[in-house]
């Protein structure tokens, strides 16, 4: 009866201890696939992946990531795959897919190798940074415009053949000066500023 008993109690633990790895798998923002080490083909993918990706289960369920196209460069699966297998992971590899409908997506890819019901497996997480690479380009853009337009008001400013200066409103302090007020002044441009 007690080794009935701790069966009984070892099978539940291990129906809970599935249910939360399911949970956890397919609950996951970030697409999560496994997949074999020896012929790179899915065993298991979750939903995020098939959302981001725009594949359906059984469109993927036994083919390789080669096989869908899914990789922009497939260079980076082969360099990724050596990281693998050499250092048994590889953690924040930026790389570009590309989704069943062609378009491209930046990512970043941690794998790790695992042992999955006796079979040499791997554990693929990625991360579609999209949005983190488009706020990027949206700061870059600003930057190049706000410089640019520095490099503007600085060439009129200093073109000005009359003598300009900038102060505080409360102050007075001097914020800046061109060229033809420090001249009609006398003094250097670090001594006006500030001053």
């Known amino acids: 009866k007690r080794a009935e008993k701790r069966l009984a109690a070892s099978a539940e633990?291990?129906?809970?201890?599935?249910?939360r790895y399911r949970t956890a798998f397919?609950?996951?923002f970030?697409?999560?696939s496994l997949t074999r080490l020896a012929d790179g083909r899915m065993i298991d993918v979750n939903e995020a992946y098939l959302r981001i990706y725009g594949f359906k289960r059984e469109d993927l369920l036994g083919k390789t990531?080669?096989?869908?196209?899914?990789?922009?460069h497939p260079s980076d699966r082969i360099q990724i795959s050596e990281m693998v297998r050499n250092d048994g992971v590889c953690?924040?590899?930026e790389v570009a897919f590309k989704r069943r409908n062609g378009e491209i997506?930046?990512?970043?890819?941690?794998?790790?190798e695992i042992e999955l019901d006796g079979i040499r497996s791997?554990?693929?997480?990625?991360r579609d940074i999209s949005g983190v690479k488009a706020a990027e380009e949206r700061t870059a853009a600003a930057a190049k415009a706000l410089r640019l337009s520095e490099e503007r008001y600085r060439t009129v400013f200093q073109a000005v053949v009359d003598g300009f200066f900038i102060t505080q409103l409360d102050d007075?302090?001097?914020?800046?000066?061109?060229?033809?007020?420090?001249?009609?002044?006398?003094?250097s441009l670090a001594e006006i500023v500030g001053a």
């Open 172 to 187: 007075g302090i001097y914020i800046d000066a061109n060229q033809a007020f420090v001249d009609l002044l006398g003094y």
């Open 105 to 112: 997506f930046p990512a970043l890819l941690s794998a790790t």
């Open 122 to 126: 791997v554990l693929t997480v990625i």
């Open 13 to 19: 633990a291990l129906r809970r201890s599935e249910a």
């Open 91 to 93: 953690l924040d590899y």
């Open 65 to 72: 990531s080669i096989s869908l196209g899914v990789w922009a």
């Open 26 to 28: 397919q609950t996951s």
């Open 30 to 32: 970030d697409a999560i």
